[in-house]
């Protein structure tokens, strides 16, 4: 028995062994494999730098080849194999690997020229079938013999005058040597995309300004070109959708090698008979706000794009620039299940891949697709242009981009904006991770009373310790204990929800104004919870203005809400200042709170009616006394507060209320 490892690892060794034993050849057993796997790219016109397609040309590679495909650096692909199958997937087997390694091992022999079999037919031109239209750049583009280029946009009329549905597409690089890669969109008529661009002539938008919001974004992309790319080629029945009056973009990537030259590349697309039972549109889950710190070497950035209807899943493909290190896809399905879908290991920007799914993957309506990327801003990584500066969003290479792509299925009869019913920026909403959190957050919705509903609540946490729930539920917690007024459990609420959203706005200002409000003038810690509720109130009106809208508030309520929290902050900063007995500086703040404020607020009328009495400006009080008074939907405590403080004056100042 004490032998069994030992025997194991005999057999091992003999395995291996008996591999490389083997006697390996190029004609029989190697060239196959570059038939398959290499030669797509490894052919004279193509992208790579040198040809596989015989054995005089491949010898001198051997050792270069075993290398490349042991450190699976060839032939490209760089999706984990653990998950998701690919059509496209063109990783070696197990077996393939061993059989390159071996060959170059044993001295690269040729064999028997008469084992090899057949040389592969390339086309030339289009492998698509015959384009019913090309579409050309108008004029060739100078590439400089050495230097970086921007991306470049070039913008081309379609000349179509009805809608067309395109089953077919192709962008071929009239100069491969030069052009990196090439991705083209439409452009539907009305875009405010490249607006300031000339038909025809290269246009960089990056150059002009810095992206603004009105700047339109990019159309649907038709085609793309990279090393090894495959072009489109929809089944029967799938098409995609060019409108009328649309035009065509050219975004072309050229990169320098040392000899200047020309390209003008060329796009052709072949029609769908009819129009299609299912339409294909490209999808993006993008962040535009990222900032990668300098330095980091594993910074996260997440993206989302919750599906407005059903649709089926056909590919994915992440696009980051040199910095981009890790990439994947899931889909958190409406029922809360999350699936992971791609999952890019070794992200490379030379290598724009696009992996199509083996079967398309259904996704239902509300589904959300989550992008989680990383990046390497450090020294460690060798592509970095800059390790020592902050990067944010850009077109340039040099800036950095994180869009997660994904190539849908759907019914043609569905207009494409109901795909996108949730803009990409407003869905930063929370979802629940697993159906046992949906089944807690339910009960907290369900609760019957405030206690359960703090118990249901502490439930999610203790059990869900990473949900996204995490600040709404501390907020509501924090607004139960509010109404409760046990002020030692609002600030135990505040304190965690400061922890977990250190600006969040709401904790920030609630805190400053309770504990203004559990302060009294005789407290013997009275100056350190005053400025305490200076430092929230502070705190607090930072926050308000820089506060991102959550998903399904509409702009003018946010406003409306942000000027709200600036008005409670300045309020609780008047009711220090009124506990220190500095009243003008306390009628300043509440003459601030009720300026910003964009609801009438009979409570802060009255504050300030106080203050204005204390410093002895009985008229001013008497004023905003009346103002309180006339405050629609005034509470009837406060209206006899304030009628009680209005009558007292009157009598003070003698005048006769008669
Ligand atoms: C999709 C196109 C493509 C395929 C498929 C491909 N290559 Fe390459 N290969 C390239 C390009 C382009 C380069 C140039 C270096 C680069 O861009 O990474 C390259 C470089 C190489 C190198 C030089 C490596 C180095 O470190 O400089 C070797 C060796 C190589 N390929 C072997 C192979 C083998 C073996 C296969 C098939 C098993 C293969 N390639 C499949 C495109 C491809």
Partial sequence: MRLGPVFSGLLFASAVAAVATQPVTFSKDVLPILQKSCQGCHRPGEAAPFSLLTYQESRPWAKAMKEAVLLRKMPPWFADPHIGKFSNDRSLSEKDISTLVAWSDQGAPQGDPKDAPAPLQFLEGWRIPKPDVVIEMPNAFHVPASGVLDLQHIVVPSGFTEDRWVQCAEVRPDNPALVHHIVVFTREPGSAWLKDAKIGVPFDPAKKHKRKKDDGVPGEGVAGYAPGALPMQLQPGRAILIKAGSDIVFQMHYTTNGKAGTDRSRLGLVFAPGPPKQRVASLAAYNDDLKIPAGDSNYRVDSVFDLGAEVQLTGMQPHMHYRGKDFEFRAIYPNGQTETLLRVLNYSFSWQLSYDLAKPILLPK??????????????????????????????????????????????????????????????????????????????????????????????????????????????????????????????????????????????????????????????????????????????????????????????????????????????????????????????????QS?????????????????????????????????????????????????????????????????
């Fill in 366 to 591: 509300g589904t959300r697709i989550q992008c989680i990327a990383h990046f390497d801003n450090s020294a460690n990584n060798p592509n970095n242009p800059d390790p020592a500066k902050d990067v944010t969003w850009g077109d340039q290479s040099f800036d950095e981009m994180m869009i997660g792509f994904f190539s849908v299925a759907f019914d043609a009869n569905v207009p494409s904006q109901s795909l996108t019913a949730v803009p990409a920026k407003e869905a930063n909403k929370p979802r629940p991770k697993s159906p046992k959190e949906l089944e807690a957050l339910r009960a907290v919705q369900d609760a019957q009373t405030p206690d359960q509903q703090l118990q249901a609540i502490e439930n999610v946490l203790t059990n869900f310790a990473d949900t996204e729930f995490k600040v709404m539920l501390l907020q509501t917690a924090m607004q139960i204990e509010q109404r409760k007024d046990d002020f030692a459990q609002v600030l135990f609420y505040g304190e965690r929800l400061l922890n977990a959203d250190p600006k969040g706005a709401f904790a920030l200002v609630t805190m400053a104004s309770e504990t203004a409000r559990h302060t009294r003038q005789f407290d013997l810690d009275r100056e350190q919870k005053l400025a305490q509720v200076d430092q929230y109130a502070k705190a607090g009106l930072e926050a308000a203005k820089v506060m991102p809208k959550p998903s399904g508030v509409a702009d003018e309520q946010w406003e409306a809400a942000k000027k709200d929290f600036e008005s409670q902050a300045y309020e609780a900063m008047g009711q220090a200042e009124v506990l220190r007995q500095k009243y003008d500086e306390a009628i300043a703040d509440y003459k």
């Fill in 594 to 658: 009720i300026s910003v404020t964009a609801t009438p607020n009979a409570v802060l009328w009255t504050r300030l009616g106080q203050a204005y009495e204390n410093s002895g400006r009985l008229d001013d009080a008497s004023d905003a006394f009346d103002k309180a008074l006339a405050t629609p939907n005034i509470s009837p405590a406060v209206k006899s507060v304030a009628q009680a403080k209005k009558d007292e004056i009157a009598k003070r100042k003698g005048a006769g209320s008669k």
